[in-house]
């Protein structure tokens, strides 16, 4: 999805929790698709991406999910710390046409 | 890790000034992008360069901007004259090929317009 508004969606969970964070991108000719954190006054910094083939895949504490049939993209961060407390941005791109970022979600972890 | 550098880290000008912004990719990335981010959204793309060539510029204010990438490396945006409404913080990002591969970005320049 394009991005919005100024108001971020905001999700709070517990230090050592789970969390998943949802995206609905627009464009379902999209086949590449790219997570990003950004803590404040840094640039994004990437997470995990997945392609279009695939509808599933894990990193070190992150999976991400792709499900085409509904557009849309998660991204699960296992045993969260506060470290991981950031704004994170899910980004389409149809083959080699520009990046285009959907609307942050704020994550702040609890202690 | 290599790194896309930034600089200036900020900077403060007048409305109707000039100002730049300067970016260096991570080595052997051919492709360079200018994103501006205004804060609370997401990053939207100003310009995207394919070593010296612009491949996408539809997005960046002509009458005010512009950008180059003369050797194929590092890259320069300038605004003259800038306005109030550009206030934002200008990513410069990098990435090894065109599709399918991530952008590695910089830190930004946060640009305050007065």
């Known amino acids: 999805g394009e991005s919005v508004g100024l108001h971020l969606p905001t999700l709070s969970v517990q230090e050592g929790d789970n969390s998943i964070i949802n995206c609905a991108y627009s464009?379902?000719?999209?086949?590449?698709f790219i997570w990003y954190k950004q803590e404040s006054g840094k640039g994004p910094q990437f997470i995990i991406d997945?392609?279009?083939?695939?509808d599933k895949r894990q990193g070190q504490r992150v999976t991400v999910l792709l499900n085409k049939t509904v557009k849309h993209l998660s991204l699960q961060i296992a045993a969260t710390q506060p470290g991981d407390s950031a704004v994170y941005f899910c980004a389409e791109a149809q083959g080699a046409q520009k990046l285009v970022f959907g609307q942050g979600t704020r994550l702040t972890i609890n202690p | 890790e290599a790194e896309v550098a930034q600089s200036p880290r900020y900077k403060i000008t007048e409305k109707s000034q000039a100002v730049a912004f300067w970016c260096d990719p991570i080595?052997?990335?051919?492709?360079l992008y200018w994103y501006r981010q205004i804060l609370g959204q997401g990053p939207e793309l100003l310009v995207q360069f394919q070593d010296e060539s612009v491949v996408d510029d539809s997005q960046l204010p002509k009458d005010r901007f512009s950008a180059e990438r003369l050797k194929g490396v590092d890259s320069t945006l300038k605004i003259q004259p800038a306005e109030l409404g550009d206030s934002a913080m200008y990513l410069c990002?990098?990435?090894?090929?065109?599709?399918?591969?991530?952008?590695?970005f910089g830190n930004g320049t946060r640009l305050t317009v007065t």
């Open positions: 080595s052997g990335h051919a492709t």
């Open positions: 464009n379902s000719a999209s086949d590449y």
């Open positions: 997945i392609r279009s083939n695939m």
């Open positions: 990002a990098s990435s090894l090929a065109a599709n399918n591969s991530p952008l590695h």
